[in-house]
């Protein structure tokens, strides 16, 4: 009886299965979607219960270039095209990508503009503490296109290595204006003022956001990249200051 008892126990299907551990897409992305890519993953968790987005936000570049030495991930969002190339370059995307977003690039300001900043060509003046986004950096590009075009030079008191870097130095009080994107200028909220571009609606002076899934991502990949361009996770990016692809 002892041992028909045990043999009923071990085999019964009573027993509760373990659960299955959650699936983890690890994402690299553009440190400027770090407000908006928090909101998106609790929601994309929400309707995927078995999958854990895990994000890492830096620097295009800095990240390209971790990823072309092997890094682990299994989606990469960039600011520009060039810097999605190098990843492209080095056979780490799996088919094709897709632009999920595009951002303004704009002035940030101390609150209340205190130094009266008003457009590019204020940016020569000596009495400005400027800082801007290194040049390998896609929001550098994008401000040393746009300063060439407005004809300014600028020696920036510091060349940072992503956005927020120039942000925190502005919010910070140490400095007075820096060239950021219009989405991060929206996370600070009163922290800071901004100055709009005036050619920053033009398409070339627009960073524009392509998203990648990495060779052996898991499935769930596919469908984090697919929510990135549905309707609602496009509302999120455009609360936070994001333009339509």
């Known amino acids: 009886m002892v041992v028909a008892s045990i043999t009923a126990g071990a085999c019964g299907g009573s027993s509760p299965k373990p659960h299955a551990k959650p699936t983890t897409v690890l994402v690299s992305a553009a440190s400027s979607l770090r407000e908006a890519f928090s909101e998106l993953e609790s929601t994309f968790e929400l309707e995927h219960d078995r ?12 990240l390209a270039t971790q990823l072309a030495q092997g890094a682990p991930a299994d989606v990469f969002v960039s600011a520009d095209d060039v810097t999605m190339q190098k990843v492209r370059d080095a056979g780490r995307v799996a088919g ?15 609150r209340d503009n205190p130094k009266g900043v008003a457009s590019l060509q204020d940016l020569r003046r000596s009495d400005l503490v400027v800082v801007l986004c290194a040049a390998p950096v896609p929001c550098g590009r994008l401000a040393a296109a746009a ?22 130095k502005v919010t910070l009080g140490e400095a007075d204006v820096g060239v950021v994107y219009e989405s991060d200028v929206r996370a600070a909220g009163d922290d800071v003022g901004s100055v709009a571009i005036d050619i920053a609606a033009e398409p070339e002076f627009q960073a524009v956001y ?5 060779e052996g991502a898991p499935q769930p990949a596919r469908a984090w ?13 455009a609360k936070h200051g994001f333009l339509s692809p």
């Open 96 to 110: 094709t990508t897709t632009v999920i977003a595009r951002n303004r690039i704009a002035m940030v300001v101390e």
């Open 147 to 168: 300063l060439r075009r407005a004809g300014v030079d600028v020696i920036a008191a510091s060349y940072e290595e992503n956005v927020k870097g120039v942000l925190s």
């Open 51 to 62: 999958v854990d987005v895990v994000a890492t936000f830096g620097a295009s570049s800095a």
């Open 225 to 237: 990249l697919a929510f990135l361009r549905s309707r609602d996770a496009q509302a999120v990016l």
């Open 210 to 214: 392509p998203a990648a899934v990495l």
